[in-house]
């Protein structure tokens, strides 16, 4: 595995040629998008999929059913940093949905647990919540401070490090570190509640 595929929104010239060209018509170049961006696509999907005590999807699924709907509905990526966020952006809604429809089973369904690690909120131990509780937690972030929950969201539904946020975000790694302390802060609060 290369540097580059190991982040996400890694620098790799081949990805940023192939996004060019299938933005340009190029009907084989999702395709070699696809698989050139694989092993970087394959751990966001493992970092989601392995945080759920039942799983709905392996992680080669996820990343599959990730990019038919993309390939369903061209977008027009402006950078490889761009592409990771709406690809992570997907994974989550495929497994927002997945957690709705099996809560919803007759049988009385039950939520999807996931384990926040407080490794990713800073801190040491684990937060179990459901995820259907922190996509509601996310959402109302979102609507109160979007930016905070955008950043939240590409950091653990994403995988993205803080400079590659930065990047995507067009804000400063300063802004960055800021906005997710108190996104840390406010999900814990709201998911405790």
Same mark, same amino acid.
């Given at each position: 595995?290369?540097?580059?595929?190991?982040?996400?929104?890694?620098?790799?010239?081949?990805?940023?040629?192939?996004?060019?060209?299938?933005?340009?018509?190029?009907?084989?170049?999702?395709?070699?998008?696809?698989?050139?961006?694989?092993?970087?696509?394959?751990?966001?999907?493992?970092?989601?999929?392995?945080?759920?005590?039942?799983?709905?999807?392996?992680?080669?699924?996820?990343?599959?059913?990730?990019?038919?709907?993309?390939?369903?509905?061209?977008?027009?990526?402006?950078?490889?940093?761009?592409?990771?966020?709406?690809?992570?952006?997907?994974?989550?809604?495929?497994?927002?949905? @997945?957690?709705?429809?099996?809560?919803?089973?007759?049988?009385? +369904?039950?939520?999807?647990?996931?384990?926040?690690? @407080?490794?990713?909120?800073?801190?040491?131990?684990?937060?179990?919540?459901?995820?259907?509780?922190?996509?509601?937690?996310?959402?109302?972030?979102?609507?109160?401070?979007?930016?905070?929950?955008?950043?939240?969201?590409?950091?653990?539904?994403?995988?993205?490090?803080?400079?590659?946020?930065?990047?995507?975000?067009?804000?400063?790694?300063?802004?960055?570190?800021?906005?997710?302390?108190?996104?840390?802060?406010?999900?814990?609060?709201?998911? +405790?509640?």
């Amino acid at each position: 595995m290369t540097a580059e595929k190991s982040s996400p929104a890694g620098s790799n010239p081949d990805l940023t040629h192939l996004l060019h060209a299938w933005r340009s018509g190029d009907g084989h170049a999702f395709s070699a998008l696809i698989d050139e961006a694989y092993v970087a696509l394959k751990q966001m999907a493992v970092r989601r999929v392995g945080n759920h005590g039942a799983a709905t999807l392996s992680p080669t699924e996820l990343v599959h059913e990730t990019a038919l709907g993309m390939m369903q509905s061209p977008m027009d990526f402006a950078n490889r940093a761009h592409f990771f966020a709406t690809m992570s952006l997907a994974m989550r809604s495929i497994l927002v949905d @997945r957690a709705r429809a099996r809560a919803a089973e007759k049988r009385g +369904g039950r939520d999807v647990q996931v384990s926040l690690s @407080r490794a990713d909120f800073g801190d040491e131990g684990a937060l179990a919540v459901d995820l259907l509780a922190l996509e509601q937690a996310l959402t109302r972030l979102e609507t109160l401070d979007p930016r905070c929950g955008q950043i939240m969201h590409l950091t653990y539904f994403g995988g993205l490090q803080q400079d590659e946020i930065a990047l995507v975000m067009d804000v400063s790694v300063p802004t960055v570190k800021r906005d997710l302390r108190f996104a840390r802060s406010w999900l814990l609060k709201a998911i +405790g509640d």
